[in-house]
């Protein structure tokens, strides 16, 4: 079975540092990669995806992903971030199946 | 409509009643899921529905949990008999197709509380 591990629960950072969010996976086979974002209040919205091709891709808002098969990763990263990008984030994978899944999230606060 | 929706926006039971959730999907797609979003447990998958073959059940955590798709739209997530661990955020997603590679876009969901 596969399964998501995200390493931070909690981010605090302030307006304009870079953000780094790990995300690691346990499956063997191939796998299809999201990233979905849960801002204050509302639903789960779609980052940005991976299913093949370019291992590094950019998503809306100025988020990028780079997926690392060796290492079974698929970190996110803004190179500068905002007020607006406090939100939860969830790292989730589709392998055998069509159901995703998920990480456990990380809980980002960006400071003014 | 233009997301997916989902009804109530919030639903307060007492232990042991009887609970019915329901989705409305994106016009036009033909999977569908159920994830539970709660404390201590992330995000879990709970049920998906594409077109006409059997349901994947098997993220339901028990038999008190059932679900249906009626006409190939609308989905009714049911609980029997609620009990206090079954408090939780429920959310439906569909997708236009089943595919792997087929993103699935998600309601606002709905907050149970079991008192």
């Known amino acids: 079975a596969q399964s998501v591990s995200q390493h931070n629960h909690h981010v605090i950072l302030s307006e304009a540092a870079s953000l780094e969010l790990g995300c690691n996976y346990s499956?063997?086979?191939?796998?299809?990669l999201f990233w979905y974002v849960q801002y204050p209040g509302q639903h789960l919205q779609l980052l940005l995806k991976?299913?093949?091709?370019?291992?590094l891709v950019k998503g809306i808002k100025g988020f990028e992903a780079e997926f690392i098969k060796s290492k079974f990763s698929f970190n996110l990263r803004k190179p500068s971030v905002q007020w607006s990008d406090t939100a939860e984030y969830f790292c989730?994978?589709?392998?055998?199946?069509?159901?995703?899944?998920f990480g456990g999230g990380t809980r980002v606060l960006v400071k003014p | 409509g233009a997301g997916v929706s989902q009804s109530p926006s919030n639903k307060v039971t007492e232990k042991g009643k009887d609970v019915e959730l329901r989705c409305d999907p994106i016009?036009?797609?033909?999977?569908l899921y159920w994830y539970r979003q709660s404390l201590g447990q992330g995000l879990e998958f709970l049920i998906y529905?594409?077109?006409?073959?059997?349901?994947?059940k098997s993220g339901l955590p028990s038999d008190r949990f059932s679900a249906e798709r009626t006409g190939g739209s609308v989905s009714t997530l049911t609980i029997q008999r609620t009990q206090q661990e079954d408090s939780a955020v429920y959310l439906c997603?569909?997708?236009?197709?089943?595919?792997?590679?087929?993103?699935?876009?998600f309601g606002p969901g709905t907050r149970l509380t079991v008192l």
């Open positions: 997603a569909s997708s236009l197709g089943a595919g792997a590679t087929d993103t699935q876009y």
């Open positions: 499956y063997g086979g191939t796998v299809n």
């Open positions: 991976y299913f093949s091709g370019d291992p």
């Open positions: 989730g994978i589709k392998a055998a199946g069509n159901k995703l899944t």
């Open positions: 016009s036009g797609h033909t999977a």
């Open positions: 529905f594409q077109g006409n073959s059997a349901p994947d």
